[in-house]
Every structure is written in structure tokens, then in C-alpha cells.
């Protein structure tokens, strides 16, 4: 019997021995017994078939393997590919409504993490590979983007780039070098004065900083 009709069965019953009690002109002990057995059935059925349902769309469906596309930058850290929510694993980026100080005035440094990151894919399909980890519904991962026949790990670019920062907490200091290297050189928003993120989220000591 198929799993359809194995679930429905129950029901059918249970409708059979309701109906005939609405038509019985007298309810006697036997039929409430029907209704019983029949209500029984109902309920072990549900909870027999409630493992084998789909679970709504959440952190249980986020992959587990690498996986390729196009991707949407949502901020310096956030991507989306087909409907799945990537949060790159190690970094911290400005926040999208961060304001920085650098010669000549304010910027809006969250919007140019954003872009920075947009500049950095270039259009180009990248794959991220899950650490087996998730944050509020988002994979955590590394990704990557072929450029010039190597690939480059997108994490690393953007700390390099001055508008991401090493979150030693998850990345155990895999990107202090790249770190250091933009701060040296003044890259991003090391050219001024800035908030790091995770203090301009008062989250202090979420990245172990």
C-alpha cells in the first residue's frame, strides 16, 4: 500500500464511525468503541509519519558539501547563492551602515565593504565550502572565485582589502597576516579611524578580539 493511502486509511475510518453515530437513533457502548479504536489509529499514524515530513526550510537543509554559483553580496561577509544564506567563515566585515573617518571627511565604509566584496567576484560564479557550521540560518564557509586560472579565497581578499577583519575566535589567526599587511599598507578603512565591527554591533569580544 502506498505511504498515501497507508496515511489516509485512519481518517477514512475515523469519518466512517463518526457518521455512524450521527446516524445511529441510539449510541450504544460498541460504538463508542469504534470511535476510540478509530481516533487511536488516527494518532499513531501522525506520529508514525511525522519524522518523514520535510522539515521547513532552515539551518537542517543548509549543505554540507561544497556548492557553486552566481552569488548576491548582501555586505562585506554575506553572501546569497540560489536561495542559500553564506556567512564567510573567519572574518568579520563592516557593518552595512558603518560611517568611517579617513582624510577629507566621513564615508560610508560598510557599503564600500559590500562593494568591495561585488568588485572581487566580478560576476563570476564562486563555490563556498561549509564548515558544518551555521549562524542564523546562513552556512558558514570559505569561498572561493577562479581568477586568471587560481583560485582565490574571497575570505582572505577581504581582510587584505582593509574592509574585513580577522576573527580569531573562528579562524583560530588564519588571516592575521592579510591583516597585517592591509594595515601596514593603510588599505580599506585602515586609512582612517574606524569602529570594528563587532563593537559597532556591541558584540565586544565576539570575534575573541
Not at 96 to 102: I, S
Amino acid at each position: 500500500m502506498s505511504r498515501q493511502r497507508r496515511t489516509a486509511a485512519p481518517w477514512v475510518a475515523l469519518a466512517a464511525a463518526i457518521a455512524g453515530l450521527l446516524g445511529a437513533s441510539q449510541i450504544t457502548e460498541a460504538d463508542w468503541m469504534r470511535l476510540g479504536r478509530a481516533l487511536w489509529r488516527v494518532v499513531t499514524t501522525q506520529e508514525e509519519e511525522a519524522p518523514r515530513r520535510r522539515a521547513p526550510r532552515g539551518e537542517a537543509e543548509l549543505p554540507t558539501a561544497p556548492f557553486s554559483g552566481q552569488a548576491r553580496v548582501l555586505d562585506g561577509d554575506t553572501l546569497d547563492i540560489a536561495g542559500i544564506r553564506v556567512r564567510m567563515q573567519g572574518i568579520d566585515a563592516l557593518e552595512g551602515d558603518q560611517q568611517c573617518n579617513r582624510p577629507g571627511g566621513r564615508y560610508a565604509c560598510g557599503r564600500a565593504a559590500r562593494d568591495q566584496l561585488a568588485a572581487l567576484i566580478d560576476g563570476r560564479d564562486i563555490t563556498c565550502t561549509p564548515d558544518g557550521s551555521s549562524t542564523y540560518g546562513r552556512s558558514v564557509a570559505v569561498c572561493t572565485v577562479s581568477q586568471g586560472g587560481r583560485e582565490i579565497d574571497l575570505n582572505a581578499a577581504m581582510v587584505r582589502s582593509g574592509y574585513a577583519f580577522d576573527c580569531t575566535r573562528y579562524s583560530k589567526g588564519r588571516y592575521a597576516e592579510e591583516e597585517a599587511a592591509a594595515k601596514a599598507e593603510k588599505a580599506g578603512a585602515w586609512a582612517g579611524r574606524f569602529t570594528y565591527p563587532w563593537s559597532h554591533r556591541d558584540r565586544a569580544g565576539a570575534c575573541g578580539r
